[in-house]
């Protein structure tokens, strides 16, 4: 069965400081990795994706995520955080050559505070 | 133009109750998903259809019937309503052939049972 973890319930950075939100996962087999971003009272908005290729992955907003195969790790990492980046932040992942429908599996959530 | 919509977005409820939730995507996409987030965030996948199949049926009590009318639209039938039910529901949809096919995510629809 796959699996994500995200081992911090809530990151806390001050503003212009770099972020990091962690997120590790097992799958059978090749994975697909999805970050995705929740605002408060809104549905998830899809961030970026790992899906073969580049280890680095850039995405909306100045975010990026970085493959690690050896380590099952794809952090999720901005050089310079923004108050408006505080929200609650999903890593996901999907096994490749399933066979069947696109079947997600979300990790729980950390919640990244950006204060000034 | 609203990708995945969900209607209602708010439904407050009485136990026991029968309630439906509709939702819609002019994405072109041919999988739609249901997902339940319970107050602690966790969101788990409930149903989803490819071309009106059902093809992901979750361990998901009987009292919920998903329904697929056409490729754009994906309903969430729910009976004999419990307080567990109380969850923001969320509806997604995809591209099913294409690989690492990302999901869009309506606005969710937050059902709260008395």
């Known amino acids: 069965a796959q699996s994500v973890a995200q081992p911090e319930d809530q990151v806390n950075v001050a503003e212009g400081n770099p972020l990091t939100v962690k997120c590790t996962y097992s799958v059978s087999g090749n994975p697909y990795l999805f970050w995705y971003v929740q605002y408060p009272n809104r549905g998830l908005q899809f961030l970026l994706k790992?899906?073969?290729?580049?280890?680095l992955v850039k995405g909306s907003y100045g975010f990026e995520a970085e493959f690690n195969k050896s380590q099952t790790s794809f952090h999720l990492k901005k050089p310079s955080a923004l108050v408006s980046d505080s929200a609650l932040y999903f890593c996901a992942v999907r096994a490749q050559n399933t066979g069947t429908a696109s079947k997600l599996t979300f990790g729980t959530g950390t919640r990244l505070q950006v204060t000034l | 133009d609203t990708a995945v919509s969900q209607t209602p977005k708010y439904l407050v409820t009485q136990m026991g109750n029968d309630k439906s939730i509709k939702c819609e995507q002019n994405l072109g996409h041919d999988t739609m998903y249901w997902y339940k987030q319970d107050s602690k965030k966790f969101l788990k996948i409930m149903f989803s259809?490819?071309?009106?199949?059902?093809?992901i049926n979750e361990t998901v009590p009987n009292r919920f019937s998903p329904k697929s009318p056409d490729k754009a639209h994906l309903n969430l039938h729910i009976n004999s309503l419990e307080l567990g039910d109380s969850a923001v529901y969320f509806c997604a949809s995809s591209r099913f052939r294409t690989s690492g096919n990302e999901q869009f995510f309506g606005p969710g629809t937050r059902l709260t049972v008395l």
């Open positions: 259809y490819n071309n009106k199949e059902l093809i």
């Open positions: 790992y899906i073969t290729g580049d280890n």
